[in-house]
């Protein structure tokens, strides 16, 4: 009888003990093993751009997919599709991606969308965003404390 409610009382403290951590590291794991879209609609003087991307993040390896129509007031609308792969880390409560390929769509933004972040056109270029989890199916995406859309939850890797 003493044995049995002593070996309880370990397996209760080891339980105890293992639930945080086990916890702590299924929130870094979903940190890390995700994919999301989003839609944008960016618009300028007589042009606007609809999109929608794909992020994928895999323990340190990204891929960036977006499918979207440029409509030009006069001119017929063109389609795009820009896909490359980026490595990636955290620092303190950002993310720091890197694009380790050029977009194929460096002469289309620099043109119409001049302040296009380099991350999205050229290889080894860098953006800092902040990613946060606002609720079980989606992430907002923040530069500098501006939000920049809502990435709804496709899966965990």
Not at 77 to 91: A, R, V
């Amino acid at each position: 009888m003493k044995a049995s409610k002593r070996v309880a009382c370990w397996v209760l403290i080891v339980l105890l003990i293992a639930l945080p951590l086990i916890f702590a590291w299924y929130q870094a794991y979903k940190r890390d093993h995700f994919s999301c879209d989003a839609t944008a609609t960016i618009v300028g003087k007589n042009i606007s751009y609809e999109m929608i991307t794909h992020f994928v993040f895999n323990e340190g390896a990204g891929t960036y997919t977006a499918s979207g129509q440029l409509h030009e007031e006069g001119k017929p609308e063109m389609n795009t599709n820009n896909h490359f792969t980026f490595k990636y880390w955290h620092e303190e409560e950002k993310i720091i991606m890197i694009s380790k390929e050029n977009s194929g769509m460096e002469n289309i933004f620099s043109h119409y969308f001049p302040y296009t972040p380099d991350f999205f056109l050229y290889r080894e270029r860098g953006i800092s965003l902040e990613i946060k989890r606002e609720n079980a199916s989606s992430y907002l995406f923040s530069y500098d404390g501006t939000p920049l859309f809502y990435c709804t939850l496709t899966k965990t890797n």
